[in-house]
T-cell receptor, first 110, second 113 residues
Framework: KNEVEQSPQNLTAQEGEFITINCSYS?????LHWLQQHPGGGIVSLFM???GKKKHGRLIATINIQEKHSSLHITASHPRDSAVYIC????????????FGTGTLLAVQP | ETGVTQTPRHLVMGMTNKKSLKCEQH?????MYWYKQSAKKPLELMFV???????ENNSVPSRFSPECPNSSHLFLHLHTLQPEDSALYLC????????????FGQGTRLTVV
């Protein structure tokens, strides 16, 4: 079992829909990252958060440290949002390493 | 454009070849990383360099050899690879390797034949 679990693994939505991607983790963390990976491989950092909520444009990320859970929301989804969304946690242990989820493949259809 | 540039973008090599992947960042970051991304698996951290010194080596086979000649450049030297080494190799950098945001390159798609 991976220390970082994402759900769903695959998601298809219609343009304009509100989308939620979930991330649960089992280790103590110092920070959580949401990343976006487009076809072709490049990864872009969307958010880094350690508490509460952050918003950037149509994207909202929340984290509940007690429940070890984070969500990424996309409002008014658009086909250009189609990508793999990856949750990664920075482990609070000695090596401070990033542990990645397997990603959620999102396809937004026009 | 994240400020991290990887070359080449695609590479096909035979099992007896020797090749190198290159990563370059001019963000003034002190830490650089190599990750491997295989299909349906989470990103796997391979190596971490901080201030040009290797600080983490995650049980990577010796056929992968990293080199960090300065804080802006990171190489991954490849020799006698196996087909199962075919994957996307991603480079990243961050201000330091403790709790700061990482910036990723576009990756090199490696196919070993």
């Amino acid at each position: 079992k991976n220390e970082v679990e994402q759900s769903p693994q695959n998601l298809t939505a219609q343009e304009g829909e509100f989308i939620t991607i979930n991330c649960s983790y089992s280790v103590g963390i110092s920070a959580l990252h949401w990343l976006q990976q487009h076809p072709g491989g490049g990864i872009v950092s969307l958010f880094m958060l350690s508490s509460g909520k952050k918003k950037h444009g149509r994207l909202i990320a929340t984290i509940n440290i007690q429940e070890k859970h984070s969500s990424l929301h996309i409002t008014a989804s658009h086909p250009r949002d189609s990508a793999v969304y990856i949750c990664a946690v920075r482990w609070g242990g000695a090596t401070n390493k990033l542990i990645f989820g397997t990603g959620t493949l999102l396809a937004v259809q026009p | 454009e994240t400020g991290v540039t990887q070359t080449p973008r695609h590479l096909v090599m035979g099992m007896t070849n020797k090749k190198s992947l290159k990563c370059e960042q001019h963000l003034g970051h002190n830490a650089m990383y190599w990750y491997k991304q295989s299909a349906k698996k989470p990103l796997e951290l391979m190596f971490v360099y901080s201030l040009e010194e290797r600080v983490e080596n995650n049980s990577v086979p010796s056929r992968f050899s990293p080199e960090c000649p300065n804080s802006s450049h990171l190489f991954l030297h490849l020799h006698t690879l196996q087909p199962e080494d075919s994957a996307l190799y991603l480079c990243a950098s961050s201000q330091d390797w403790l709790n700061t945001e990482a910036f990723f390159g576009q990756g090199t798609r490696l196919t070993v034949v």
